[in-house]
C-alpha cells in the first residue's frame, strides 16, 4: 500500500461520492465506482480519469493501489515499478523461473497481477488482513486462480511465522497503517523470520514511507543490512536528499545485489528517475541509526523474580 507513489504528471481521479452495498457473501462481478464497507473501515473504487481501462483504490482515505484491467505489466505507481526492475534484474522474464513470491499486504494486487504476467509459472500468495477487502479484489480484477495466485486472509507477521524455511524467493513488504508500517513487521525478529522463509539467494524487499528527515527508512535500513549480507536502497534524487515525504524501497539478500549496470539504466529511464544505492551506501546511510527489536515480553502471570542464591524466602506482611 502506498501513502503516495502515482507516476508524475498523471492527475488524480475525482472522488466518487456514493455507497455500493452487495449482499452478504457475495462478490462483486466487475469493478463498479463507489465506496465500499470493508472489515477494517472502507474503501474507495475510482475510475482511472486518465485511462478509459484503469481503476485507482484508496482504502481508509489512503491511496493504495492502481490497476490496469487490459494490461497486467503497467504498473502506475513508480515504487513498484522499482521492486519490478529490481526482481526482473535478478530473475529475468526470458528465463522463465518459476518464482515464488510472498506478498505481505494485498491492495489490490497490482504487483502480484504484474509478476504473474511476466512469470507466467511463478506461484504467489497475497496476504491480507482484511477479508472483505480480499473478496471485493478477487471480485473487481479477475485475478489469476490458485495456485498460481493465493489470496491468504491473515496477520502478515502471523502467517509469515507459519511457512516453511526455505520455500519463497521473494518476499515484499507493502504493509502500512496510516503513514508507516506497524512496528512488528519491522523488527529484526520479523526480519529474521522473513529471511528463514527465503531461499538461500532470496529478495527481501520493502515500501519504507516517510518523511525529510528519513529516521524511519534509516530504521529500517541499519535492521535489513544487519540481517542480510547485501543490501540496496532504490528512491528517487529528492528523496534520497531528504526533500520531501515519499516512498523508499530497501531490499536485502545473502546473494549480491544491485550490480546489473542494466538495472541502474532502468531505474534512471522510468518517469520518476530513481538511483540505486548499493551495499556500502546503504551501510552509510543506516550508520547510527537502531537496529529496530521487538519489545521485551512481559513476565508470566503470577511469576515472581528469582531469589539470588541464600537469600531468605519472601515473607507477606500480615
Known amino acids: 500500500m502506498a501513502k ?56 481508509n482515505g489512503v491511496m493504495s493501489s492502481h490497476i490496469d484491467l487490459a494490461d497486467p505489466l503497467f504498473l502506475d505507481f513508480e515504487y513498484m515499478r522499482w521492486i519490478a ?32 504476467a511476466a512469470y507466467p509459472e511463478a506461484r ?41 524455511a526455505q520455500t519463497r524467493d521473494l518476499i515484499i513488504r507493502d504493509v502500512f497503517a496510516g503513514s508507516l ?28 514511507g516517510d518523511a525529510p528527515a528519513l529516521a524511519n527508512a534509516r530504521e529500517d535500513a541499519a535492521t535489513i543490512a544487519a540481517a542480510f549480507a547485501h543490501a540496496v536502497i532504490i528512491a528517487d534524487p529528492a528523496m534520497l536528499k531528504g526533500r520531501r515525504y515519499g516512498n523508499m524501497i530497501i531490499a536485502g539478500s545473502d546473494a549480491p545485489l544491485g550490480a546489473d549496470p542494466g538495472l541502474a539504466r532502468r531505474l534512471l529511464g522510468g518517469a520518476v528517475p530513481a538511483h540505486i544505492w548499493d551495499d556500502a551506501k546503504v551501510r552509510a546511510f543506516a550508520a547510527g541509526a537502531m537496529v529496530r527489536h521487538d519489545p521485551p515480553a512481559p513476565p508470566a502471570l503470577g511469576a515472581q523474580a528469582a531469589a539470588p542464591p541464600g537469600a531468605p524466602p519472601s515473607s507477606t506482611a500480615p
Do not use: M
Not at 502515482?6 to 475525482?14: D, E, L
Not at 488482513?129 to 495456485?147: I, M, S
Open 4 to 59: 503516495r507513489g502515482r507516476a508524475a504528471g498523471r492527475s488524480a481521479a475525482s472522488p466518487t461520492p456514493g455507497v455500493v452495498e452487495l449482499p452478504r457473501g457475495s462478490r462483486p462481478d466487475g469493478p463498479v465506482a463507489g465506496v465500499y464497507y470493508i472489515d477494517t473501515g472502507d474503501c474507495e473504487l475510482v475510475p482511472d480519469q486518465d485511462n478509459s481501462t484503469g481503476w485507482l483504490l484508496r482504502i
Open 181 to 208: 508500517t506497524p512496528r512488528p513487521l519491522t523488527t529484526s525478529e520479523f526480519t529474521a523470520h522473513a529471511k528463514r522463509v527465503l531461499a538461500p539467494d532470496g529478495i527481501y524487499v520493502v515500501n519504507s
Open 85 to 116: 526492475a529490481l526482481v526482473e534484474s535478478r530473475w529475468p522474464p526470458a528465463d522463465r523461473p518459476r518464482l515464488r513470491a510472498l506478498h505481505l499486504g494485498g491492495g489490490a494486487c497490482s504487483l502480484a497481477r504484474y509478476f504473474h
Open 124 to 164: 504467489q500468495v497475497v496476504v491480507e488482513l482484511d477479508g472483505k477487502l480480499a473478496e471485493y479484489v478477487r471480485g473487481w480484477f479477475d485475478l489469476p486462480k490458485a495456485p498460481l495466485l493465493r489470496l491468504r486472509v491473515g496477520e502478515a507477521r502471523e502467517v509469515t511465522e507459519s511457512l516453511t
